[in-house]
């Protein structure tokens, strides 16, 4: 799988998706607070002016029920020098200015005098700029007219800051998510990110690495001091059961060594009896079995332990399957199938060639074994090599009768043997050691459907060409445990039983 890039790592963890809910919630119950905040100030400012409008017809009304006109138009007069944000204006029935404070207004607020309250634009005595203002207009008797109104203009001043404090507190509120962001992403993920560095290193078999601890006493680490007691304490027992079998496989495959070359001597001698030499024949057989099950079991710990030293270079894939190919195409007729390559392209990874080797004699042989068709036939086999993307899948395919979906990943472990070929020979370690190998190169095992039959990947990761392409016979690559003999069909691989 490729590499996610880094913006869409981040956006993929949880801390961040958190984060963005807090921010999105913040900046949303923010505005919520300051749009319910502006609009319930602007109803109560206004709600205000017209109570203060009212106040004033009202006081007006029963100064004009006392003096008349003249008592208004004296009373408005004088009302209108005074600072404040009232406003007032007398007018007679030719619409010319008796009494007040507005220099200019609209011919159509005075022709409406039913005394309904409205919005309107106005331009002051003594300042040129227009303004909107709330008034009531009504008609007195012999065509006069009384406007009584309230400039908006601190109102609108007010409702202006309120909006530039609702901005201001959105770009807070931003700048905040942002820095919440960035702190995530440097101090959160990166402290993440090298817990999951530990882990992948622990995975590929250093028991020795631990979390991190940076002594701050937060949460992570507590999680780091917590898990670095359990890796103690899994690497203390992980270190005793790998001291326990490998002193139980180097204490009992040194006395079957000997034991073996006993019968061997024996059966070399003068023994007469046919029976006891059929005896001393199998004996010795299961001797052989015995240590290639003992040499087995201690490369794959070896392999799961990553102690192997193994030396990585880049291999051709392609070329080194035809080349296992032709080595096993004459076996593969012995027993009456076929053996097919199929590997057109140059397919390279950086692997070790001996256990990749290894690995394809394990499931070749597997498919000789148990990949006969259903009509008695001889074992049909086939190879190949091809890219998958980033991967380079090398695939041993048979035409048996396959294995259970239920079983496919169970047989990859040790000493699993199905009970179709309980009698068949083998350890079942066989698709264990490849298993091994594939983590080891960092790939993958899949035992798939071959419809009919079993298809068995191997997936590693594709690497670059060689400057100068590698060209050893591979033989060479045949020659470490399990593999005994000079040529490598001299000595089956460990199988695993279907």
């Known amino acids: 799988m490729r590499q996610l890039s880094a913006t869409g790592r981040v956006f993929r963890t949880t801390v961040i998706r958190l984060a963005l809910i807090y921010f999105v919630a913040l900046t949303l119950a923010s505005g919520a607070v300051l749009v319910y905040l502006s609009q319930n100030t602007a109803m109560v400012l206004r709600q205000q002016a017209v109570e203060t409008i009212d106040a004033e017809i009202s006081s007006l009304a029963d100064r004009y029920r006392i003096a008349g006109i003249r008592g208004l138009v004296a009373t408005v007069d004088a009302r209108s020098r005074r600072p404040?944000?009232?406003?007032?204006?007398v007018v007679d029935f030719a619409a010319n200015q008796i009494a007040g404070n507005i220099e200019s207004l609209d011919d159509r607020v005075l022709a409406s005098a039913a005394g309904e309250l409205q919005q309107v634009s106005y331009v002051p005595i003594g300042d040129g700029a227009r303004r909107e203002a709330l008034v009531r207009v009504f008609e007195l008797p012999g065509g006069f007219r009384l406007l009584v109104g309230r400039d908006l203009q601190e109102q609108m001043r007010f409702r202006s800051l309120l909006s530039e404090a609702t901005r201001f507190w959105l770009v807070v509120v931003a700048v905040l998510g942002i820095v919440t962001l960035v702190f995530v992403r440097r101090r959160v993920l990166r402290r993440i990110d090298a817990m999951a560095e530990t882990g992948r290193r622990i995975m590929e078999g250093d028991l020795s690495e631990r979390l991190p601890v940076e002594g701050s006493g937060d949460e992570f680490d507590r999680l780091a001091v917590g898990f670095n007691a359990m890796l103690d304490r899994i690497e203390a027992l992980m270190h005793g059961l790998k001291d326990v079998s490998d002193n139980i496989a180097h204490d009992l495959k040194t006395p079957l060594t000997r034991m073996r070359n006993r019968v061997e001597e024996a059966v070399r001698g003068d023994v007469g009896d046919p029976l006891a030499r059929e005896a001393l024949n199998r004996t010795l057989e299961e001797c052989d079995a015995l240590i290639r099950t003992f040499d087995a079991l201690l490369r794959i710990a070896r392999l799961e332990a990553g102690s192997m030293g193994a030396q990585f270079e880049p291999v051709d894939l392609g070329a080194l399957l035809e080349e296992v190919g032709e080595l096993y195409q004459p076996v593969a007729e012995d027993e009456g199938g076929t053996l097919e390559v199929r590997a057109g392209e140059r397919l390279f990874a950086e692997a070790n060639r001996e256990l990749i080797v290894q690995a394809l004699i394990n499931l070749i042989e597997n498919a000789l074994k148990y990949g006969h068709s259903t009509d008695a036939t001889g074992a049909r086999i086939v190879l190949a090599a091809e890219r998958e993307g980033d991967?380079?899948?090398?695939?041993?395919?048979?035409?048996?009768?396959?294995?259970?979906?239920?079983?496919?990943e169970r047989v990859?472990?040790?000493?699993?043997?199905?009970?179709?070929?309980?009698?068949?020979?083998?350890s079942g370690l066989g698709l264990s050691l490849v298993s091994a190998?594939?983590?080891?190169?960092?790939?993958?095992?899949?035992?798939?459907?071959?419809?009919p039959g079993l298809r068995a990947v191997l997936r590693l990761p594709e690497g670059e060409a060689p400057a100068a392409p590698h060209s050893a016979d591979v033989a060479e690559g045949t020659g470490g445990e399990g593999a005994g003999g000079d040529d490598a069909r001299s000595l089956p691989a460990p199988g695993v039983s279907r």
Do not use: C, M, W
């Open 391 to 408: 991967q380079v899948a090398l695939s041993v395919r048979d035409f048996g009768s396959g294995i259970d979906d239920a079983d496919k």
């Open 437 to 451: 190998v594939a983590h080891l190169h960092k790939g993958t095992l899949r035992l798939e459907d071959g419809d």
């Open 84 to 89: 404040g944000a009232s406003l007032y204006l």
């Open 412 to 426: 990859t472990h040790r000493f699993i043997r199905l009970e179709e070929s309980r009698n068949a020979p083998g």
